[in-house]
C-alpha cells in the first residue's frame, strides 16, 4: 500500500490547480482545498492578516498535501479502518467530507454490519469496518467505490448543475465518476453503454 504522503499527493494530482467554477458549491480552490477550510483551519498562507482568495492561489501542492494528511486522514481516524478502505475513504473525505463516512456507514449496514450514519469514525463503524472486512475481504472496497459512483450519480441527478461532473460533454464519464472507479477493480467499472443508460434522462 502506498504511504499516507503518497496517497495525498495523488489526491492533489486529481484535485488540479486554482479552480474558480461558480458551479461548485466549494467555491474557488487550489488543489482541492476551498477558502472554507483555510478559514475553518485559521491559515493564513500569505500572513498578511487575511483569508481570502489570494492565500487559496499562494497555497503550494505541498501545504495541501500537509492538511490533507493532518487534518483529513489523521483527525478523522481513517487510519482505524481496514487499510484496503483507507485511499479511497480518504480521496473522498478530502472530496465530500462527513459524507465519505456516511456512504461507508450506510454500506456497512446494508451488508449486515449496522452503525449510524454519523459521518464520524468511531468505535462502532471502526468495528463494522473490520466485520465487513473479515466476511468480505476481496470485495469491501469494490463495494465502497460502487457506492461512492452511486452517490455521485444521485447527487447529480438531484443537483443539475453538478452532472458535467459526471458527465463529459460529449456524453462521457465525468471526473467523478472516473474518480470513483480508480478505485474498483475494472470488472466493476460501467461501460459507455452503461453509463450513457443512466445519464440518459439527464438534459
Given at each position: 500500500m502506498l504511504s499516507v504522503q503518497e496517497?495525498?499527493?495523488?489526491?492533489?494530482?486529481?484535485?488540479?490547480?486554482?479552480?474558480?467554477?461558480?458551479?461548485?458549491?466549494g467555491g474557488v480552490t487550489n488543489h482541492g482545498v476551498t477558502l472554507h477550510t483555510l478559514r475553518r483551519l485559521g491559515l493564513d498562507v500569505t500572513r498578511d492578516s487575511r483569508i481570502d482568495a489570494a492565500d487559496i492561489r499562494a497555497l503550494t501542492a505541498d501545504q495541501?498535501?500537509?492538511?490533507y494528511v493532518e487534518h483529513y486522514y489523521t483527525r478523522t481516524g481513517i487510519?482505524?479502518?481496514?487499510?484496503?478502505?483507507?485511499?479511497?475513504?480518504?480521496?473522498?473525505?478530502v472530496n465530500a467530507g462527513g459524507n465519505a463516512v456516511k456512504i461507508l456507514q450506510r454500506l456497512l449496514t446494508q451488508m449486515g454490519y449496522p452503525c449510524?450514519?454519523?459521518?464520524?469514525?468511531?468505535?462502532?463503524?471502526?468495528?463494522a469496518a473490520q466485520l465487513a472486512y473479515d466476511a468480505a475481504p476481496a470485495?469491501?472496497?469494490?463495494?465502497?467505490?460502487?457506492?461512492?459512483?452511486n452517490y455521485y450519480y444521485a447527487?447529480?441527478?438531484?443537483?443539475?448543475?453538478?452532472?458535467k461532473y459526471a458527465r463529459?460533454?460529449?456524453?462521457?464519464?465525468?471526473?467523478?465518476?472516473?474518480r470513483a472507479e480508480?478505485?474498483?477493480?475494472?470488472?466493476?467499472?460501467?461501460?459507455?453503454?452503461?453509463?450513457?443508460?443512466?445519464?440518459?434522462?439527464w438534459e
Open positions: 496517497i495525498a499527493r495523488e489526491i492533489v494530482a486529481r484535485e488540479g490547480g486554482f479552480v474558480d467554477d461558480p458551479d461548485d458549491p495541501a498535501v500537509q492538511i487510519a482505524a479502518l481496514p487499510e484496503v478502505l483507507q485511499p479511497s475513504v480518504f480521496d473522498m473525505y449510524d450514519p454519523d459521518g464520524q469514525i468511531g468505535p462502532q463503524t471502526i468495528r470485495h469491501l472496497a469494490d463495494a465502497y467505490g460502487i457506492a461512492r459512483r447527487l447529480a441527478d438531484a443537483r443539475p448543475a453538478s452532472r463529459r460533454r460529449d456524453g462521457g464519464k465525468g471526473g467523478w465518476v472516473l480508480t478505485f474498483i477493480d475494472r470488472k466493476y467499472w460501467l461501460t459507455d453503454a452503461q453509463h450513457q443508460a443512466r445519464v440518459a434522462g
